[in-house]
């Protein structure tokens, strides 16, 4: 009960902390609908990791390296005064996911690890126009909060036809800052790039089943600290200033200690990073 008791704390914080951004929004609503916009991110991310379990002796590293999906939904409004400063503001949810297999061997013993990787991340987001530009392009400053949710399930079995399982996961939120940035190419094409760091705040649990007995259990206060990176080449389909945008690009993020707990003798303070390309498509809310 406890575990879902931080899980409900932990998205209650955000919701309010989304539902103040989304107030301050609302507050001009009539003029960043003029703005506004919707868009849908599909792409393949890659992992490339420090493995979750290092068994190199037996010829395995679990979760180390291979691709998975990614894919995120965003509406927003940019171009027209939202409150103060800011003329920019978003939603945005992406789902992520992971699997790997490998085959251990030690003398005549043999294990199979079957590994699921799925993180849930969800921001809501102010920018303000910086002052000056580059190239004649646009950038702007991006505050806001982030909450992201990671879990992992490894399932073994081994020769003998025992099983167990081990499932970590990771929740938090916490405040995102970030640089937004456009540069016109010309023939309605532009570049377009976007970073962020964030720290969340939160729990991280693990568990352990042997023979579907539960073995061992853990849960603790953890912190982790969040890099992300995209760039993009833009497409406008006509000359109008809300039209349709296809961004053809390669993302890459780090979570930094985003299990932080031991298991079979194992630290798993890792490290995770995963990047890949995606093809984003934007049309005009109005």
Known sequence: MRGHTTMRNLLTKFVVASSMLITLANSASAQVAAGSYGSVEGGIACSRNNSFLDLSNAGAKIGDNGCGGTGAIEVGGVGKTVVGVFDYWALRGRLTTFKDSEHAV????????????RRVVLDAELGAKLPYSFMGGVSRVVVGVRYARWNAAIDITDSFGNSASVNASAAGVGPRIGLRSSIPLGHHFSYESQMGAAALFGRNKLSETDNGVPVYALQANTTVYNLDFSSAISYKFNDHAAGPVASLGVFSEYWF??????????????????????????????
Do not use: Y
């Open 257 to 286: 200690q985003q299990v932080a707990v031991n298991s079979f003798g194992e630290d798993f303070k890792r490290n995770r990073h995963s990047w890949g390309p995606f093809l984003r498509v934007s049309v005009p809310m109005q």
């Open 106 to 117: 030690v003398g005549p013993i043999f294990a199979d690890f079957k590994m699921a990787d």
